[in-house]
């Protein structure tokens, strides 16, 4: 199985930055992306951002300009890097391997952005 851990959540105010890390162990092989999707209370999980090994992006609409996802690939290490953050941006964030229809989801990290 593929282990993910999260880690860099916590409490920012608007216009502040954070960088989340996750690091990534176990049966890491084949054709696979990762990425960062959130989740607020009672709301669906969405995807925030992706980068495939061969380092091709894709964000969500509403973080282009702001979010920047990033790896090492040597260490299994994916990053997001977050600025200019916003209220609507509270959620928890969680890291995903995805090799086709196999999952893998880290125990997510609390971000809230609060005056």
């Known amino acids: 199985q593929v282990h993910l851990v999260e880690s860099g959540g916590g409490l920012v105010q608007p216009g502040g930055s954070l960088r989340l890390s996750c690091a990534a162990s176990g049966s890491i092989f084949g054709i696979y992306v990762m990425g960062w999707y959130r989740q607020a209370p009672g709301k669906q999980r969405e995807l925030v951002a992706e980068i495939t090994r061969s380092g091709r992006l894709n964000y969500a609409d509403s973080v282009k300009g702001r979010f920047t996802i990033s790896r090492d690939a040597a260490k299994n290490l994916v990053y997001l890097q977050m600025n200019s953050l916003k209220p609507e941006d509270t959620a928890v964030y969680y890291c995903?391997?995805?090799?086709?229809?196999?999952?893998?989801w880290g125990q997510g990290t609390q971000v809230t952005v609060s005056s």
């Open positions: 995903n391997w995805s090799r086709g229809v196999t999952q893998s």
